[in-house]
């Protein structure tokens, strides 16, 4: 798991500043852009493409997202 995941054309990753919050730059991350922002999961810690699928380990467990980290799903 990492910090940062390339997905397609996008580079997604943990913002940083905030690590509730992911960011994605599709310019080899010259700029950076909000994905999501949120608090109700907790920071991220980790991010893996998982083929269909993004992981994101978090501070309140493990969550799956089918949409590029748009919207997030506890995994039970």
Known sequence: MGQMINRGKEIIRISPKQQNKLEYSTNDGRTWNTRYSGSSYGDFQ???DNGKEILGQTTKGL???TNDGRTWNKRS
């Open 63 to 65: 969550y799956y997202s």
């Open 46 to 48: 980790d991010l893996t």
